[in-house]
């Protein structure tokens, strides 16, 4: 069974401007999430999706930051206009369903730099 | 408010030695509790898991028991090889939570 796949797994860009990075989750899985993982940090939670729905979003910084999941299959995250503050590792995971019975299954990342 | 806090690394020891990475967590009621593994260019996997005080989750010869005295999750293996070279993350999700919570991280390198 293949794992969440992410892309591009590294990413250059200057300051200002946009990117976006895209995410496959495993087949069959509902609830898609997006994580921020700065330098020498632990992952933080930036949106969760139960199949095509945003249902926590509330640590994603809605002024440069978007997200969508289109037929609550993949999905993208973008930034527009990227900061230099924003350079950090970008992980996509995905469960099954919700509650505590379901494990999250992580991609490798997308780390971004912005110069 | 949910966090978590994990001993600072890096940690460096010899093939064989006995390890232990200390994690203890701040929650309100009876979270689950988690150690997730990233090893060099993956995702994150998940490595044990407990659900109430007392558990012992274990996994590759890794185990953490839930403290809820001491609200600690501590991971420790009896004898590490190279192949446990990666970073460890101790996690925590309160009770009907789906986010989870993360410490920040435990770089381990076993030399030879």
């Known amino acids: 069974e293949a794992g969440v796949v992410q892309s591009p797994r590294y990413k250059i860009i200057e300051k200002k401007q946009p990117v976006a990075f895209w995410c496959n989750p495993i087949?069959?899985?509902?609830?898609l999430y997006w994580y921020l993982q700065n330098l020498g940090q632990g992952p933080e939670l930036l949106i969760r999706?139960?199949?095509?729905?945003?249902?926590?979003d509330s640590q994603l910084p809605k002024d440069r930051f978007s997200a969508e999941r289109l037929k609550g299959v993949d999905s993208t995250l973008k930034i527009q206009p990227a900061e230099l503050g924003d350079s950090a590792v970008y992980l996509c995971?995905?469960?099954?369903?919700?509650?505590?019975?379901?494990?999250?299954?992580f991609g490798p990342g997308t780390r971004l730099t912005v110069t | 408010g949910n966090s978590v806090t994990q001993m600072e690394g890096p940690v460096t020891l010899s093939e064989e030695a006995f390890l232990t990475i200390n994690c203890t967590y701040t929650?309100?009621?009876?979270?689950?509790l988690f150690w997730y593994v990233q090893y060099p260019g993956e995702g994150l996997q998940l490595l044990l898991k407990?659900?109430?005080?007392?558990d012992k989750g274990s996994n590759k010869g890794f185990e953490a028991t839930y403290r809820k005295e001491t609200t600690s999750f501590h991971l420790e293996k009896g004898s590490v090889q190279v192949s446990d070279s990666a970073v460890y993350f101790c996690?925590?999700?309160?009770?009907?939570?789906?986010?989870?919570?993360f410490g920040q991280g435990t770089r381990l390198t076993i030399n030879p």
């Open positions: 929650a309100t009621g009876y979270p689950s």
């Open positions: 995971a995905s469960s099954l369903g919700q509650g505590s019975l379901y494990e999250q299954y």
């Open positions: 407990a659900t109430k005080a007392d």
């Open positions: 999706y139960e199949n095509e729905e945003a249902v926590d």
């Open positions: 996690a925590l999700r309160r009770q009907g939570a789906q986010k989870l919570v």
């Open positions: 087949s069959g899985h509902n609830t």
